[in-house]
């Protein structure tokens, strides 16, 4: 395995695309992740079509379909009641994309012979993967490959490649074999927890093969999950030519023979599905494979490459954010967004993994990251895609109340932490079941949803249960301290830094939050939807007096604040531990996880993320603004940002308290987190929730905005680097564009009649077709 430090890649500047225009073992197996293409459901690691015969452990074959799991029990050496049982790990499945190429009896090969010209795009516009090369054989034959491969966002299953070959300096025979193969298996994790299973071997049992035609498919069953897969492709050349089948093992190949005449282009197409039992009854499978791949080849590469570049068009229409004047973060946060869309699960049943589809890193699970990093992006952009992620937490209601019966929680509901399907899957219970927090985490974003979109179908059909039967926890872990104060003990907030502590601050103050909220809400299903109220209470078995318990365990709720230094304590013990030795820390020991036990780093003050620091995002009206600032000022001293999770929060931050050069620099640690790789590891999978923060560090950071009680705030500022930046968010159903420039702020209402916002403190109301220029102060 290559060190991380030395996977870099340098692309040129471009806004609306990555671009690479040489090939380099040194920097494949990270730009394998980046060049991934994905549609939220499928997931294509930027492998080549041809295989790669680069040095060992330079390249990660990666086919990942979002929600196909397979499980394994977890083995604890010491065991102990209640720990989560089963691990759930996305699955590797078949290769569909192999193609390789013969021409006469040389085979294409990247390290053979030699590569007269290379370039390849992903291209944020048109969703397409473009790669054309000129190569010439060890014998001097030379030839143009261009493929291009696109995941289609408007069919979950597929994707299409089509692959053009001409020779260039000779007549002959050229071989094209379309391979679909079965042979694959999961990465082994080692030592770090943010790789990869710890599963070894191949995990998908063969059940049939079938070839004929241009078609092959192989069906497959998870040992353990059960679950039955057919990964099926199709292909095709144009012109006359010879086709044979071969099968080895679970290797299944169709060969294409044409006599290939000097300048003129050899064109083949392949189209891949997936459909597995997750979605549809297992004797379905097959047929509709066959039926989609049919259609595809019916509607021909062309025509899917024109639909995926409308719908892209419709998303950049809505989610660009424009950023003059500085084409590396232009360039990161199209990179982001582009990456989020292609990662996050829309269908209800899947969600949005820490490392979306692009790589095996954290096993394919779905963490906090998603309603308090990934959800406001998608809220504020794609609605409908943030409706189908509380949709997943609704579909995952029934297993979080086994798991709060599992932890001797005689009612309610209490989250995974990290999960697949639904059931808990943490097995290092310290830095992963003990964040309780995850529950306020989702109320939050049902809270987010509510206030933007004022949907009251959706909480009186999943919103108002999730939030009551989840506030429930709080009162179930809770008690009255001595002082008739609410404490939370042995819990572990945001900063995996620190665990099981008494009062996490951020845990805290989400539970007063949340507890406020359920207890609102119960008021208001009382007055306005009786009967609806009547129906959730039974289902939930909820007593009369139990909203009322909510609010007074809310009301006096510690929040553990230091008179002395005027902070926030993170917990009642982080102040009094002593401070981690940084001065004495050498880089190479960055990050501390892979370098010290748990146990030494819970001693220390120091902080992996953000913290405190997120409470004063997300609870942003509590605090003054003096408070703030210090807070910071304490926390940024202590903390490493060794999750990629945290410069994103401090950007925002820095930007609220008036330091713009941190809030610049912790952006653009942000932005280009993945494309620089500046963590290390992003040859095992993009940072989502990083992307995600991205975003927000634009429009929560940058231009200041709070939506507050389902009002938008902005207290716009326009960094010294930059020109001008404009974004566009959907709220309360109207389209609000955000334009900063110079010294003054733009509003302009594209959709709606009417919006009400606050600009740097005033009120003012926005019509259609009026915008409003305002000043930034
Ligand atoms: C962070 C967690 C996060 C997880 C997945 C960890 O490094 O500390 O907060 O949920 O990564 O992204």
Redo the contacts with the bound molecule.
Sequence with gaps: MLPADTLQHTFPLDPWCIRETSFDTGSNFLDETLFALGNGYIGLRGTHEEGYGGPVGTSREGNFLNGFYESEPIQYPENAYGLARTNQFMLNVPNLKGIALWIEDECFDFMAGSLDSYERILDFRTGQLLRKLEWTSPQGRRVAITSRRIVCFDNKHLFAISYEVTPLNFSGRVWLVSALDGVVKNLEAGDDP?VGSAVSGPSLEMEDAQQWAHFSALVQRTHNSGFKLVSAELSGMEGPHELRFARNGLRLEQSYAVAAQQGQTVRFHKYGVYYSSRDYAEDQLLGLSKEALSIAQAQGFSALAQRQEAYLADFWQQADVEIAGDDALQQGIRFNQFHLLQSVGRDGKTNIS?KGLTGEG?EGHY???TEIYIFPFFLYNKPEIARKLLDYRQAGLPFARERARQMSHAKGALYPWRTIAGEECSAYFPAGSAQYHINADIAYSIKMYMEATGDTTYLLQSGAEIVMDTARIWLGIGSYNRDGAFVINQVTG?D?YTALVNNNYYTNAMARMHLHYAAAIAERLQNQYPQDYARIAAAMELEAEEPEEWCRAADLMLLPYDQRLQIHEQDDSFLSKKVWDFANTPKENYPLLLNYHPMVIYRHQVC??ADVVLALLLLSDQFTAEDKKRDFDYYEAVTTHD?S?SSCIYSIIASEVGYADKAYDYFMETARLDLDNTHGNTHYGVHT?AMAGTWMGVAYGFAGMRVIDGEARFAPKLPAQWQHYQFRIQLHGCLLQVRVEGEQTEYRLLKGETLELTHCGKRVQLVQDAPLRLANH
């Design positions: 943010r820490a954290y963490f906090w990251d945001p995996e992996k993320q999750s999770l929730a």
